[in-house]
């Protein structure tokens, strides 16, 4: 049994597998895939039904956080608001800039800002000044939750 890791620094990844009596590979001959990001889409049309990756084609459609809210967004439109009222109030920078100022000026909420395409909590703050926000990246901006249910 071989894995193969690739396009990440995986060392725990890779030493569970060693552990595990599997042996790394270079080769296309691997059971386990394990990526990180931006995985070719055509590695999914030449797998063998044995073998196994830890990613899924659009995947980023809900790891990101931009994605996540468009749909989100998208549902609540289509099936109703009460629906989605669960999700905090968000808006997507800079495309929603002037619909998040509006909302923001009539708001005594706190709101935390994420960037869009980020991971294990990296640029995420909670906004104290609109004049904070970025001006040029994209990012996340929603409604504190204060108690969150967590699963």
């Known amino acids: 049994m071989t894995f193969r890791v690739e396009r990440i620094h995986a060392p725990l990844v890779k030493d569970l597998f060693l552990s595990n009596g599997m042996r790394p590979t ?6 386990v895939l394990w990526s990180g990001p931006r995985l070719r ?4 049309e030449g797998l063998h039904e044995f073998q196994r990756i830890n990613h899924f084609p ?6 990101r956080k931009d994605r ?9 439109k289509t ?12 808006f997507v920078l ?7 100022r509006a909302f923001y000026a009539t708001s005594e909420c706190l709101w935390i800002v994420k960037p869009s395409a980020s991971s294990q909590g990296k640029g995420i703050f909670l906004l104290k000044d609109i004049g904070g926000l970025p001006d040029h990246h994209k990012v996340v901006v929603s409604q504190y939750v204060h108690n969150p249910l967590l699963i």
Do not use: Q, R
């Not at 270079?26 to 059971?31: A, E, N, P, R």
């Not at 889409?41 to 999914?44: A, L, V």
């Open 26 to 31: 270079s080769g296309t001959d691997w059971l």
């Open 41 to 44: 889409d055509g590695i999914y």
């Open 58 to 63: 659009g995947g980023t459609e809900l790891t």
């Open 68 to 76: 996540l809210w468009t749909h989100f967004n998208k549902m609540a």
């Open 79 to 90: 099936c109703g608001e009460e629906a989605f009222d669960f999700v905090p109030k968000t």
């Open 94 to 100: 800079p495309d929603e800039a002037e619909k998040f």
